[in-house]
Each structure stands twice: as C-alpha cells, then as structure tokens.
C-alpha cells in the first residue's frame, strides 16, 4: 500500500490491486518522466521537484501541477501507537516518538521553519526517521546533539510561534 497527501489536503491511497491496473507506456530516466495507461485514460507525469528527506514531490500529470507528500510507513506506525500529529497542534516543542540515536539536527537555532519542515533525524530500531517540526515558528532551543542517544518523550527542540 502506497498512501499520500495530495496538495496537503486529499489522501490517496494506492494497493497492489490498482498499481496493477497501470500500465508502463513509457520511462524517461533522464526527465523524470513517465507514462502510464489504464486502459481508457492516459497519465503523462512528470517530477518537476523532489525532497527525500521529507518524500515531498511537486508533479505535473497531465499539465496539472501538484505536490504529494509520502506517507512512510513509521508515520502510520507512529499514528497507531496514539502519536497523533494533530495532538500536537498548539505545543511548541519536539519530543522524542520513541528511544533513539539523534543522527542529525536539520536546523539551527533561531531558524524559521514551517509545521511540517523535518528538523531532526532520529534512528530507532534500525530505522532513520525524519522528525518534522509541530508548530510554524522559530526554532527557540535545541536540546540535543548528533550522536546523542534520548529517550521517548525526550524534548528536543523548543520552538516559539
């Protein structure tokens, strides 16, 4: 299963089931093109620009223009566990989802970041994953450092709206 946000609104989810149901017309590696076909429809895509650290990807298909957000699979995991973005809404700080090695601190302080801009990549059970800021703000205080292991619920960053 492939699941995304679409323009930070629509979720889609994709199974094998539909991804069977396309059709490879066509791969331009060089472009970052592709063309697909589901029998009565055909999809010109095109990736104009891509972030893989937060797997954010502005696309054209078929002359429109949209962003899609991955949803990774330890973000759904994160969800089931009751770690709920929306929970955090009106915190302005960063705690630490589960045990981990900090690997890298994406932002300095005083930096301004949007909800949503990936700020720290933390790896736990084997797995890097990008911690992403919870508040449009400032990043106030940074708690930790590379190579710093935390534990759940440690504070990582303070921010300020």
Do not use: W
């Not at 609104?9 to 791969?27: A, M, N, P, Y």
């Not at 601190?105 to 720290?120: A, F, Q, R, T, W």
């Amino acid at each position: 299963m492939i699941t995304g946000i679409i323009n930070s609104v629509v979720q889609l989810d994709l199974s094998q089931r539909d991804l069977g149901k396309l059709k490879v017309i066509e791969i331009n590696h060089s472009e970052n093109e592709i063309i697909l076909s589901n029998g009565s429809k055909k999809f010109e895509c095109k990736i104009l620009k891509g972030n893989s650290i937060d797997q954010s990807y502005i696309v054209k298909i078929n002359g429109e223009i949209s962003t899609i957000r991955l949803i990774k699979q330890v973000e759904k995991t994160i969800e089931k566990l009751g770690i709920q973005k929306g929970s955090q809404k009106n915190i302005n700080i960063l705690k630490a989802p589960m045990p981990g090695l900090i690997l890298d601190v994406i932002v300095k302080e005083s930096d301004l970041v949007k909800k949503g801009d990936p700020v720290i990549i933390l790896e736990a059970m084997k797995m890097e994953n990008i911690l992403s800021s919870p508040v449009d703000g400032i990043v106030k205080e940074i708690k930790v450092n590379p190579q710093q292991t935390v534990e759940k619920n440690n504070i990582l960053i303070k921010f300020e709206p």
